[in-house]
């Protein structure tokens, strides 16, 4: 499987136009104080998403802090079908998923529609993800069987005011996969995770339900790093419509 026309799947050359900047931009631009109100993003629904380790999470936490939004994390950790699932993909498959599609339709099903008087909200996943995954780890057979609960539960998710992708590549993915340290885990491969970048790609490339922000999150560290994550913020700002890309760059050091 491949991105269709390397776009916006390479996270280490995101296409230019549209850049919604880089380390290099006008201090100006960015936010004077990240958390201070009158500063806050319009945005009040924002989902983070992304491949397994991009930092969906670590980011989505504190975007809530800063914007002092509700936090609908998913569940991983109460699936008892994954260990199964990442010791025996074949067989495990199937009830992880499903699992994890009545979990997330009972999550993400009890939000309102976002309207002026509701909270906002910063979640770490998109509902659609659960298909993505899906179609990387079920045949076609429990597909078909996946497809027909999905249709059946009908879940009718929150639109967001804007979805941040975040991209790296499969060694990054890897390395911060393995410093969270989680057991199972450790049989994720390179292989996997490259379909799984592949598969986010084409999903947003596709994707046209909300305002799209390309994160290149490759070089940068917004969870830890003050400033990475106030000109993150100052991008999130900035943006509008339609689909941007945030392709920060590292200055190299001698
Ligand atoms: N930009 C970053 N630089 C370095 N380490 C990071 C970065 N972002 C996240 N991490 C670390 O990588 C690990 C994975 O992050 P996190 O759990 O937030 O990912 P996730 O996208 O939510 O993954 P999953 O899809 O499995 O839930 C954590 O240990 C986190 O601290
Ligand atoms: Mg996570």
């Known amino acids: 499987m491949s991105a269709p026309d390397e776009e916006p799947g390479n996270a280490q050359a995101p296409e230019p136009a549209d ?63 994954l260990e199964r699932f990442y010791k025996n993909p074949k067989s495990g498959a199937l009830p992880a998923q499903l699992f994890f599609l009545f979990q997330r339709a009972q999550q993400l099903g009890s939000l309102k529609q976002q309207d002026l008087f509701a909270p906002r909200r910063v979640a770490d996943y998109l509902f659609e993800k659960d298909r993505l995954f899906a179609g990387l780890t079920l045949d076609p057979a429990e597909m078909a069987l996946y497809d027909q609960v999905a249709s059946r ?21 890897l390395s911060r996969i393995s410093r969270r340290g989680i057991s199972y885990e450790s049989g994720i491969d390179a292989a996997y995770l490259s379909r799984l970048n592949d598969a986010y790609a084409r999903f947003f490339h596709a994707y046209e339900r909300a305002p799209l922000l390309i994160v290149n999150a490759a070089n940068i560290d917004p969870t830890q790093n003050q400033a990475d994550y106030d000109e993150l913020v100052g991008a999130i700002r900035r943006m509008k419509k339609g689909r941007m890309y945030y392709n920060p760059l590292r200055h190299g050091t001698i």
């Open 153 to 173: 539960l009908d879940v009718d998710p929150p639109r967001p005011d804007l979805v941040l992708y975040l991209q790296a590549p499969v060694e990054t993915l």
């Open 19 to 81: 850049d919604l900047g880089s380390a290099e931009l006008p201090r100006s631009l960015g936010p004077p104080g990240a958390a201070s109100s009158n500063n806050l993003p319009l945005q009040r629904y924002i989902v983070v998403e992304g491949p397994i380790g991009v930092g969906k999470t670590s980011l989505a936490k504190r975007l809530a802090t800063t914007l002092d939004a509700e936090l609908v994390l998913e569940q991983d950790a109460q699936n008892p079908f």
